[in-house]
């Protein structure tokens, strides 16, 4: 495939140097222009990957522009992704995709008037750890998943980001913000789910700043912050999840799968690498041979060390897809089926009750070896 889609990035805060940054490692996209409303703030980013900075009107007019990245704060994603919708262009949208079912399916039928795609994040489920584990199951190593666990926990984002103030409001959480790798990994490695119950609570109504460069500063909390989940699958697995911003430290793997035929220790869903671990039945535990699966390979620098990232992968999928009529595999069922779950948690949470599903979706399509390598632009 020559062409290469044009994308254009609303929204020019914090991740979007993930976003910028790596999307030359993929074929079928070129970044090419970024807008926000805080016309410096794209300015800067413009300038920093010699980009066009523009309003986010003359963005969304822009004929050199097919698919617009939207990574607003979660709490106008409907509204920004219709907008650019309505402007006739396809939306990949950061996470969660939307607040709410009506939400989403309001951009569906947009979408489908249109002949538009949706897609959203996380990619994270694309790679190489996560479909190795993928490759265990499909091929039967596993037997059948029945149960699992997994735990995200940490004490929140007001000790590293410079403005955190939304990760606590609703909208956010741990549930909607870290919520969506675990569960978009749980779907692609399981299925759909049948329905959920959880507890939720508020331990901390306030929370005080300890980044620059607002040290200090009080910022109110209106989500709740701590909540126990309990996930039944339309396969009749059970899978606890467990998600705080209200933990020092913790001795829980990120994500343990219980099979018939043995247990899987899966990494962490919210980077893209990692060891993974096997028992076969009562055997003693062994980590896997590293797969050779490129989007394994640990190409950035992290706090934790060398860590593979390679964020726009999704996108690189959705842009290769609509050139070659298939599904894309972040797809926006997908999305919206996690939204489901994750609103259904929150639901729960506040009601006492057991909340069934209102959606549902494919698995999305396994990426092996062969079709990442297919996603990677040639080294020149």
Request: glycine share 10%; charged share 20%; aromatic share 6%.
């Amino acid at each position: 495939m020559a062409k290469k889609l044009g994308i254009g990035v609303i929204g020019c805060g914090n991740i979007s140097k993930a976003y910028f940054s790596l999307a030359p490692l993929f074929r079928g996209i070129e970044m090419r222009a970024c807008a926000d409303i805080n016309m410096d703030a794209a300015k800067a980013r413009a300038k920093e990957f010699k980009l066009r900075a523009e309003t986010v009107e003359d963005l969304l007019k822009a004929d050199d522009i097919d698919i617009i990245v939207n990574l607003t704060i979660p709490a106008v994603h409907y509204a920004v992704s219709k907008q650019i919708l309505d402007a006739g262009k396809h939306v990949y949208s950061e996470k969660p995709f939307v607040l709410s079912i009506k939400e989403g399916l309001d951009l569906k039928s947009r979408a489908e008037k249109k002949g538009l795609r949706i897609g959203s994040a996380p990619d994270t489920f694309l790679g190489g750890a996560h479909q190795l584990v993928r490759n265990l199951i499909d091929t039967g190593a596993l037997g059948k998943i029945t149960s699992g666990t997994c735990h995200v926990m940490g004490h929140g984002m007001e000790h590293w980001h410079p403005n955190p103030d939304f990760f606590f409001q609703p909208g956010a959480g741990p549930v909607l913000d870290i919520g969506p790798y675990y569960i978009t990994n749980l779907i692609q490695l399981i299925g759909p789910v049948k329905q959920v119950a959880a507890f939720a609570s508020i331990p901390a109504t306030e929370r005080t700043i300890s980044s620059k460069p607002r040290a200090g500063e009080k910022i109110p909390v209106n989500t709740p912050t701590t909540i126990h989940g309990l996930l039944e699958f339309e396969n009749g697995a059970v899978i606890t999840l467990n998600t705080s911003w209200d933990v020092w430290s913790h001795g829980h793997a990120p994500m343990e799968l219980y099979g018939e035929a043995g247990t899987v220790f899966v990494p962490d869903p919210n980077f893209f690498g990692g060891d993974v671990r096997l028992t076969e039945a009562a055997k003693p535990v062994k980590k896997l041979p590293k797969w050779k699966h490129p989007f394994g390979v640990p190409n950035e620098m992290h706090g934790q060390g060398m860590m593979a990232n390679y964020r726009t992968a999704g996108l690189a999928d959705m842009a290769i897809a609509i050139a070659e009529g298939r599904p894309h595999r972040c797809s926006m069922e997908l999305a919206l089926h996690a939204v489901d779950v994750m609103t259904g948690i929150l639901r729960s949470g506040e009601t006492g009750k057991f909340v069934a599903m209102q959606t549902t979706c494919e698995r999305p399509a396994a990426l092996g070896v062969k079709e990442a390598k297919e996603l990677m632009a040639k080294k020149k």
